[in-house]
């Protein structure tokens, strides 16, 4: 199967999903996680109407960028970010999913000033409370986004997660369902509704994260084919 017949089959499935869900189809949009994937991947992507890229490598995007690999679509980053390289992604990216603490988003704010832009993040939430994962806890996540409002060149418009590995098909729901209250909350309390984005779900369970409320999905895999990691 081709990358343009994966999209038109997620695609599919998605709409399905929303539709069950009592959803709009339109308001969900299909970010392809095109990690490990070379440029002409990344192209054939775009050319078949996928709704934005996400890279989560900084040194891979940068060289993908350098092949304009993304020309025609939306970029973003969902990996891990270290502040270190904050300056390689602020401007260079729409959105930034992976907002994980303050520090991040004071250097983010600090780099965006010097470019004069406002930079659009989602925060990051650890909803499974994992060592190995970033973000705000769960409990930390109200006065986080709360205080995230002070910074004048960035701009959080929603929320973003990672749950654990699935251990059985539907585990992910009880995460999604939470995150997404979360989100309902802290974009009605805080963010004036302006909360437009929740990204979550992958290639194999984005349409339960439909059925709880994604705005957003990532999906690599069930688009670009399994990864061949070395
Ligand atoms: C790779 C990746 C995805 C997509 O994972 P698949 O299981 O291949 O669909 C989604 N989000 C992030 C942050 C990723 O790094």
């Known amino acids: 199967m081709s990358i343009a017949e994966n999209i038109q089959k997620i695609r599919g499935r998605m709409e399905a999903a929303a539709v069950k869900a009592g959803r709009d189809p339109k308001e969900i949009l299909l970010v392809g996680a095109s990690k490990m994937n070379d440029a002409a991947a990344c192209r054939e992507a775009v050319a078949a109407g996928i709704d934005a890229l996400g890279e989560n490598r900084v040194q891979e995007m940068t060289a993908k960028l350098a092949e304009n690999a993304y020309e025609g679509a939306p ?5 891990h970010l270290q502040r270190n390289k904050v300056r390689q992604v602020v401007g260079k990216v729409d959105l930034i999913h992976s ?5 991040l988003l004071e250097e983010i704010d600090r780099r965006a000033a010097m470019l004069g832009l406002v930079q659009e993040v989602l925060l990051e939430v650890n909803i499974g409370g994992e060592e190995s994962k970033s973000g705000f806890s769960p409990d930390k996540l109200y006065a986080a986004a709360d205080r995230a409002r002070k910074f004048e060149h960035v701009s959080v418009r929603g929320l973003m997660t990672i749950p654990p590995v699935e251990q059985a098909p ?3 729901l009880p995460f999604f369902t939470q995150v997404s209250k979360f989100y309902v909350d802290i974009g009605r309390n805080l963010y004036d509704n302006n ?3 929740l990204s979550m779900g992958m290639s194999d369970d984005f349409e339960d994260a439909i059925a709880a409320g994604a705005t957003m999905v990532r999906v690599g895999s069930a688009i670009f084919g399994q990864r061949h990691y070395q």
């Open 75 to 79: 970029l973003h980053f969902i990996g």
């Open 99 to 103: 907002a994980s603490s303050m520090e």
């Open 170 to 172: 539907h585990g992910n």
């Open 195 to 197: 909360f437009i984005y």
